[in-house]
């Protein structure tokens, strides 16, 4: 584990930024990016000599992505990518469960299921051009009685729908020689689920979009957009120029959309998801990835066991209600981000649509045994002594006024804009064919 972070620091550092494992204002996150200065010496440039041509707003693994794309789609193109905070990644990038996602949840058809199985394609051979700690592990889906199964059973039918290949369902037997520890009276093998190190993919990439000519600027968040000739970029970091505007700012996509002028017609609902951890002497109780049988009427996968790239063994995330937008604390509270959201006619609908699943939700978040009892449906033997208090994330839903979670990749085209407004899960493995998606979207 230490190798790969120590790995990490010489690559932030020969990048102009310092690591360390603390994430923004000061939570207990989980990004190892740290707030450190970008060199301030870029910014002029940015401003007279270079006016970009595009400006992507959001430095995580979206806008990253799609910068790539664009100069290697256009090469000699201007393109900047402006982010708010310090360094690249440190939102839902940073801290994220680190899985592979292959395309097994998502409808045939839809962009996530066409944009997950490309994705992870190219992710794979995006790390392993660059060296990037990943592996293709597997994962099982577990059952824990029939109505699970049968649920399972139309998992099996989607994914092979969406061009998987090697599922297999196994009876109790054959799931006890993958995971000796397991429950569950059945499961679903999914042979090309993943873990990655998505840090040292933010890092790959931001180097990558470096050498090609395009840059980074940190410390730049937007504030205003202004529509001319060309569109006119206000951030803390001074003005921008640009013919073209990408919106890839993540839990702030729907405000951003709002500064070019169109309706909020979705919100941007966040909903935190909180880890625990395998404590050493417990990890055994996991090889791999164990999943439960996700509800198809919610995005949220259910809390599992996951095994991470750099070692050890999570568990989670739950999907609460954050008081703020990048609260990654329960005691985190942004009185305008709360008022935004409980104002919002859509997540009372929500509420009163799932009240059993949003007390459930909120139970697991409250009570250390309450979330133990969902592990304990996958994996038995765990206890609450075996966990400790992990990081967390926060996601960025799309929500309809009607309560409804947006399941698919949403994007929206304006005048010489594109806006992604809803990129949850899997939304990091699918980033670089996000960005191609984007690209082929907009024409210079
Ligand atoms: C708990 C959790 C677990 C997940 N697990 C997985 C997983 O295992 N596998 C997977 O594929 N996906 C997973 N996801 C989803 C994945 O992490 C996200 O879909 C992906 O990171 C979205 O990337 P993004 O670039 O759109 O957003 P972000 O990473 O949030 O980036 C948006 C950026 O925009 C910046 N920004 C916002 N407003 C402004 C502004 N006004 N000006 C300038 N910059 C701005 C922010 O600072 C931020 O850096 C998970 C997400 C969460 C929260």
């Known amino acids: 584990m230490d190798g790969t972070v120590n ?25 190892v990016f740290s707030k450190a200065p970008y060199s301030a010496n870029r910014r002029p440039e940015a401003r007279s000599l ?23 789609k256009h090469p000699g193109t201007r393109v900047t990518v402006l982010e708010k905070e310090e360094a690249p990644g440190q939102h839902q990038t940073g801290h994220n469960s680190g899985v ?25 051979e995006f790390c392993t051009k660059n060296d990037i700690p990943h592996e293709i592990c597997g994962k099982l889906v577990v059952a824990t009685n029939e109505a699970e199964v ?32 397991i429950g569950g009276i059945a499961a679903l093998k999914v042979p090309q689920e993943g873990i990655v190190n998505y840090e040292a993919v933010v890092c790959a990439l931001v180097k990558e979009i470096e050498s090609l000519g395009g840059q980074v600027i940190t410390n730049a968040k937007v504030t205003g957009l202004i529509e001319g000739n060309q569109w006119t970029v206000e951030t803390q970091a001074g003005d921008f120029d640009a013919k073209w505007i990408i919106n890839c700012a993540g839990l702030h996509c729907d405000r951003v959309n709002q500064l070019t002028g169109q309706k909020r017609d979705l919100r941007i609902i966040p909903f935190r998801g909180e880890y625990y951890k395998l404590k050493e002497e ?46 990654y604390r329960k005691t985190n509270v942004n009185p305008y981000d709360l008022f935004d959201a409980i104002t919002y006619p859509g997540l009372w ?5 799932y009240p059993k699943m949003c007390l459930h939700e909120l139970r697991s978040s409250l009570s250390k045994n309450f979330f133990c009892k969902q592990l304990q449906k996958l994996v038995p033997a765990v206890q609450p002594e075996d966990l ?29 804009t594109l806006h992604v407004l809803n990129a949850p899960s899997p939304a990091a493995t699918a980033s670089l064919a996000i960005g191609s998606e984007i690209v082929n979207q907009i024409e210079f």
């Open 7 to 31: 790995q990490e620091k010489i690559c932030w550092k020969l990048l102009g930024y310092t690591t360390g494992r603390e994430a923004p204002n000061g939570t207990s996150g989980r990004s």
């Open 50 to 72: 270079r006016a970009p041509s595009s400006l992507i707003i959001g430095g995580g693994i979206v806008g990253l992505a799609t910068a790539r794309q664009l100069l290697l």
């Open 100 to 124: 592979l996602h292959c395309g097994l949840y998502y409808t045939p058809g839809s962009l996530k299921a066409q944009l997950a199985v490309e994705g992870i394609r190219e992710m794979s």
């Open 150 to 181: 049968s649920r399972m059973n139309n998992l099996y039918e989607r994914g092979l729908a969406n061009g998987l290949t090697g599922l297999r369902k196994l009876c109790r037997e054959e799931m006890l020689e993958i995971e000796p520890h």
């Open 282 to 327: 417990s990890q055994y109780l996991v090889n791999h990835l164990i999943y439960p049988v996700p509800n198809p009427e919610f995005p949220f996968l259910g809390v599992h066991f996951t095994r991470l790239i750099n070692g050890g063994i999570e568990a989670g995330p739950n999907a609460v209600l954050a008081f703020a937008r990048e609260g």
């Open 349 to 353: 609908r929500f509420a009163v649509k």
């Open 388 to 416: 400790i208090t992990g990081g967390a994330g926060v996601r960025a839903q799309a929500m309809s006024p009607e309560g409804g979670l947006v399941q698919d990749f949403h994007f929206a085209r304006g005048n010489n």
